[in-house]
C-alpha cells in the first residue's frame, strides 16, 4: 500500500481533488493538505509521518514544506507537479492533469 499526500495552499481546489481521484486507485492511500493559515486542514506532523509520497502542486509549496519540515522530510519523496491554482474542484482538465503526472510515481 503507497500512502500519497497531496499539498496545495488552501487544501480547496487542488489536493482534495487529487486525494479524490487517486483514492480509488488499487493500493493507494491517500490524504491531504494545505500550507496557508487559512487551509481547510493545515499539513500535520502526522500527516508528514504517515506520507510514503509526497505531491506539492508548486515549487513554492516544496519550499514551504521544506522550511517548516525540514528533517521530518528526511528518505521522503517530494514530487512538484507544477500545478498552477486556477482548476475548480475535480475539474476534468485537472483530473486528466493530475493522473497524467502523478500515476507514473503511483504504479508499480
Request: hydrophobic fraction near 45%; proline fraction near 5%; aromatic fraction near 8%.
Amino acid at each position: 500500500m503507497t500512502r500519497a499526500l497531496f499539498i496545495c495552499s488552501r487544501n480547496r481546489l487542488r489536493s482534495p481533488t487529487a486525494e479524490e481521484v487517486f483514492c480509488h486507485w488499487r493500493d493507494v492511500e491517500t490524504d491531504s493538505a494545505g500550507l496557508a493559515p487559512d487551509a481547510v486542514t493545515i499539513v500535520s506532523d502526522e500527516q508528514i509521518a504517515w506520507a510514503q509520497i509526497i505531491f506539492v502542486m508548486e515549487r513554492t509549496h516544496k519550499s514551504k514544506l521544506a522550511k517548516k519540515f525540514g528533517s521530518r522530510l528526511q528518505g521522503k519523496k517530494v514530487i512538484c507537479l507544477d500545478i498552477p491554482d486556477r482548476y475548480s474542484f475535480m475539474q476534468p482538465e485537472l483530473i486528466a492533469l493530475l493522473e497524467q503526472k502523478v500515476a507514473k510515481f503511483l504504479r508499480p
